[in-house]
């Protein structure tokens, strides 16, 4: 067991929004391309140590409509998803700086705040 | 990083159409071109995209991890080779034996919707862009 495994268990999630952002962005680039279909991260059953070995699997997205040039980017799918990612990944960075000032409260033996 | 391969994503997407738009103005500023350097009237250009690789971070091209998100890039300018629009204007300097003169076919209507299309895209990669950077930030908050 880790000092700081929810510390641990936190920067996962951060690695995991990051590759789910970049995943997001590459739709976004690509709203446009012909035959270009949308992609989405899977989210892993567990943040905890498997994680760190493989990047989580970029898999389809089902339900969209595809459009005649062989596209299927929904721009408002994305745009929900973009805010979603930046509102958890600012939700996971402030846990996870809660976490290193518990962390540095232990060290200093709760003597600095 | 993925971060930093997401802004090169929306930065990618941001070149794309902004070379689309261009192509776009070309062709509405030309509307009524009938002399080119290739003889004959202007003919109308349209941007062609594909799912590209972006250039990742040197650290990610030694750990081999790229591959799973495109950029995309301009990869081609198609020139629309179908006839041109014949008008009948007698006085016109590059009218031919019958009053004819060639002018391209371009549709203004058309390429305005185009053009509005090219710069929404763009906003949508730049707010893609914008919230890849504030993300970076707060990363960096995690220090303080």
Do not use: C, W
């Amino acid at each position: 067991m880790p000092v700081n495994q929810t510390g641990m268990d936190l920067g996962n999630f951060l690695s995991y929004l990051s590759q789910r952002q970049e995943v997001i962005s590459s739709n976004i680039a690509n709203a446009d391309t012909p035959g270009y279909k949308t992609r989405d991260v899977e989210m892993p059953i567990s943040f905890s140590a498997e994680f760190q070995e493989a990047r989580a699997t970029v898999v389809g997205a089902p339900g969209l409509v595809t459009r005649n040039d062989g596209n299927n980017v929904s721009i408002d799918r994305e745009a929900r998803l973009l805010a979603e990612n930046t509102l958890k990944f600012n939700v996971a960075a402030q846990s996870l700086r809660a976490q290193l000032k518990n962390l540095r409260s232990a060290i200093e033996e709760g003597r600095a705040s | 990083m993925s971060l930093f391969s997401a802004i090169s994503i929306s930065a990618s997407g941001m070149e794309a159409q902004r070379s689309r738009a261009e192509l776009i103005t070309e062709n509405l500023a030309n509307a009524d071109t009938t002399r080119t350097p290739e003889g004959g009237p202007y003919k109308r250009k349209d941007a062609v995209f594909t799912a590209t690789p972006v250039s990742y971070s040197f650290a990610d091209q030694l750990s081999m991890v790229s591959g799973q998100s495109d950029g995309v890039a301009m990869s081609d300018v198609a020139v629309d080779d179908s006839d041109p629009e014949r008008r009948y204007m007698p006085g016109h300097p590059d009218a031919d034996a019958e009053g004819y003169v060639a002018f391209p076919k371009i549709n203004t209507a058309e390429e305005m919707v185009d053009l509005l299309s090219a710069s929404r895209s763009y906003q949508a990669n730049v707010a893609a862009f914008t919230a890849v950077k504030d993300m970076i930030a707060r990363s960096i908050d995690l220090f303080r």
